[in-house]
Nanobody
Framework: QVQLVESGGGLVQPGDSLRLSCKAS????????MNWVRQAPGKRLEWVST????????YYADSVKDRFSISRDNAKSTLHLQMNNLKFEDTAVYYC??????????RGQGTQVTVSS
């Protein structure tokens, strides 16, 4: 079955950087569009970024554009999210999901990102 294991979160200060990873298994990772989504306390799940199956194109929410960068290593079935210039409002649990239905497809346990001074 689909398994997604997110890692790399932590407690950082505004302006810092983090790199999240998502190790995928149980499906043909290289054939699937992949996403990062996040959920802040008391808020709805929010789409962050999507990358095409071959990595040819990437898309970002306006709130993270020019600060975050999504990438993938199909040989290792791993998805990454490089997050630079982190802001308080980036605090959330971050998840990776597969396919077009980013809100309803399977997620892992997530990784907590906390931006605090």
């Amino acid at each position: 079955q689909v398994q997604l294991v997110e890692s790399g979160g932590g407690l950082v200060q505004p302006g810092d950087s983090l790199r999240l990873s998502c190790k995928a298994s149980g499906f043909a990772f290289e054939l699937w569009k992949m996403n990062w989504v996040r959920q802040a306390p008391g808020k709805r799940l929010e789409w962050v970024s999507t990358i095409e199956s071959d990595g040819s194109n990437a898309y970002y929410a306006d709130s993270v554009k020019d600060r975050f960068s999504i990438s993938r290593d199909n040989a290792k079935s791993t998805l990454h999210l490089q997050m630079n210039n982190l802001k308080f409002e980036d605090t959330a649990v971050y998840y990776c999901t597969q396919g077009t239905n980013w809100a309803t497809s399977a997620r892992g346990q997530g990784t907590q990102v906390t931006v605090s001074s």
